[in-house]
């Protein structure tokens, strides 16, 4: 009877990492910029709402990193532009996190299934061409609940910021660009 | 409670002991491949120098942005590395007219990991020997990843000319791998490979032609 216990308690466990969950959002809004060259820019903190324990000052340069790299996947030109750089490409990505929060590893360890201690990672920002006047403005949100024994804040924050990155990065593609409601 | 466990067979107990003890060795003390040759921008080669010498401002900069730099200016003609160098202005490095003076610094460095709650898993899996296939199939598909970002600048001045020239830039190394790591092998590995990795970035920035500074 353990040995059932124990078994489905590690598929649990193994089926539930890596998934984030996130609010709702808006239909998308569509703007195209495929192709070209884009530069991604350090998303700043100002006026994010934080409550999380580890450094995080590099967090805007990362998620800028994330979403550049994740565009190269997409068959994009992308580079990432440290605050303080010159950004070369025909379109910018440009923003600010919202939100970084570590949740609580105890109310994830009971209740990360049902959203307990939630880690969080949210952004918003725009998408601007440089030589026209209209902008895509996106936001997005991610939550991240399970992991080990709860889950360490520092790898589900990861988590929220890594699948953050690959949206933005979709709606880029895609040009189908969301906002948080 | 451990009684249970263990409860009547010593030799199912010692497969679990040495499981445990395998994974545990295994996963905090085995090091993979934490960084492959691909993971890092190809090298710079300067145009060879005829005359002045490159002049490097190194107090303060991490070894591996250091080499790096090194190894590029020895490739191109002389260096000279000041010992001592007093304030912020570059032309204080000066020698003659034809020097190159060269100051990197590098800014912020962030690492991230998820090796830790793996290996955390892979050993709480690994005290069942009924579960200890999770272990070992999760150890082959749930991949490991190390990222670090990186910031850094580089300040050149061509000594016959009137300003330095600043090229700020960031560097993201990530690695990705399968089975098992330790957490301290892929920090180390990313702490070493991330700057060098910006110091190249920054070279093939300033020098974009294998020719003189831009």
Known sequence: MSRVAAIAAACTLWACA????GPEQTPPAEFQAPGERISVIEFSLEGASISYAAPYEAF???????????????????????????????????????????GSRAA????????????KFGLEGYVEAVDQET???????????????GGESVSLVQRCVRQVARDIAEMIHTGKFRQLR | ?????????PRVMSIR??????????????????????????????????????????????????????????????????????????RAGCGEP????????????????????????????????????ITVVSAGTWPWYAHTVVDGQLEVLACESAEPVK???????????????????????????????LMRQLLSEAFPSHGSAR
């Open chain 2, 17 to 90: 002991v040495a499981a445990i003890a395998i994974v545990s060795v295994v996963s905090t003390g085995c090091a993979s491949t934490a960084i492959g040759p691909s993971d890092l921008p190809p090298e710079s080669h300067p145009a060879e120098r005829k005359a002045g010498a490159f002049v490097l401002l190194l107090e303060g900069v991490p070894d591996p942005m250091a080499d790096e730099l090194r190894s590029f200016a020895r490739a191109g003609g002389d260096v000279r590395e000041p010992k001592t160098f007093d304030g912020e202005d570059l």
């Open chain 2, 98 to 133: 034809a020097d190159l003076v060269l100051r990197p610094r590098l800014g912020r460095e962030y690492f991230a990991s998820n090796a830790w709650d793996r290996n955390l898993t892979f050993i709480y899996f690994s005290v069942f020997v009924v579960t200890l296939p």
């Open chain 1, 135 to 149: 902008r895509a403005p996106f936001s997005d949100e991610r939550w991240a609940g399970t992991g080990p024994f």
């Open chain 1, 60 to 102: 805007g340069l990362l998620v800028a990193e994330l979403i550049a790299a994740e565009l190269r996947d997409r068959g994009h030109r992308a580079d990432a532009v440290p605050a303080g750089g010159t950004p070369t490409g025909d379109f910018i990505v440009s923003g600010r996190i919202t939100r970084i929060d570590g």
């Open chain 2, 167 to 197: 090229y700020i830039d960031s560097f993201f190394l990530r690695s990705e791998g399968r089975w098992f790591v330790r957490t301290r092998t892929l920090r180390e590995a990313q702490h070493e490979g991330a700057p060098r990795g």
């Open chain 1, 18 to 21: 890596g998934t984030t969950s």
């Open chain 1, 108 to 119: 994830r360890y009971w209740s990360g299934q049902y959203g307990g201690g939630a880690a």
């Open chain 2, 1 to 9: 409670m451990i009684r249970r466990l263990y409860r009547g067979a």
